[in-house]
Structures are given as structure tokens and as C-alpha cells.
């Protein structure tokens, strides 16, 4: 099965940016809709954004619509997250998920089977 680990988290000022990856082995990530989810303080896991096996389609959550890219290279078998103009309430535990592939792409954590550990992201004001 896929064994998911995110990098690049880290601390920075409100208008910064991050890029966080998430390095697949095992089966290549073609097969699989991959997504970002986040959990913050106080708060409820949400989704972020999820990118079809194909690459064909995208979702975004409203929060991070025009600020953040979902992208997914295949040869490197790694997921990112451009993350631009942070703000303080995008302070996150971020994690990287992998399901089969479907028509269908969803961003509810529960149809999630495989997950990375996590990557800690700090914005401050």
C-alpha cells in the first residue's frame, strides 16, 4: 500500500508562503486521488484541496480558493501544496491523504484509507 510523508512545514508571517510535499512509495500515485486536510487549534479536521489520479480536476475549499495549488508530480511520485499569503487562521496540522481514484472526488477525511503523519504549519500576525 502507499506510505505518505509530509514535509515542509514551518513558521511564518501573515502574506508569507510554504510549499508542503508529501512523498508516496509503495504504488505509483497515478492510481490514487490525493488530498490536503488540516486540523487547527480548537478546531475539526477539514479538507483542503484534492487533485483527481488523473490530474484532470481540482477542489478547493472556499478558505484557501485563489491562495493555495494543489499539484501532483507523477515521475517524483510527491504531492504539493503551494501555500500563498498565509494567514493566522491557516495555522495547521497538515496532513497528505491517498484513496482510489473514482469519478468522483471528495474531500470527507472518513473515505480517506491511507495518511501521512503530518506537517505543522505556524502563520503569525
Known amino acids: 500500500q502507499v506510505h505518505l510523508v509530509e514535509s515542509g512545514g514551518g513558521s511564518v508571517q501573515a502574506g508569507g508562503s510554504l510549499n508542503v510535499s508529501c512523498a508516496a512509495s509503495?504504488?505509483?500515485?497515478?492510481?490514487?486521488?490525493m488530498a490536503w486536510f488540516r486540523r487547527g487549534p480548537g478546531k475539526e479536521r477539514e479538507g483542503v484541496a484534492t487533485?483527481?489520479?488523473?490530474?484532470?480536476?481540482?477542489i478547493y475549499s472556499d478558505s484557501v480558493e485563489g491562495r493555495f495549488t494543489i499539484s501532483k508530480d507523477n515521475a517524483k511520485n510527491t504531492l504539493y501544496l503551494q501555500m500563498n499569503n498565509l494567514q493566522p487562521e491557516d495555522t495547521a496540522m497538515y496532513y497528505c491523504a491517498a484513496k482510489r481514484g473514482t469519478v468522483f472526488l471528495s474531500l470527507v477525511p472518513e473515505q480517506y484509507n491511507t495518511w501521512g503523519q503530518g506537517t505543522q504549519v505556524t502563520v503569525s500576525s
Open positions: 487533485i483527481a489520479h488523473d490530474n484532470s480536476r481540482t
Open positions: 509503495g504504488y505509483t500515485i497515478t492510481e490514487y486521488e
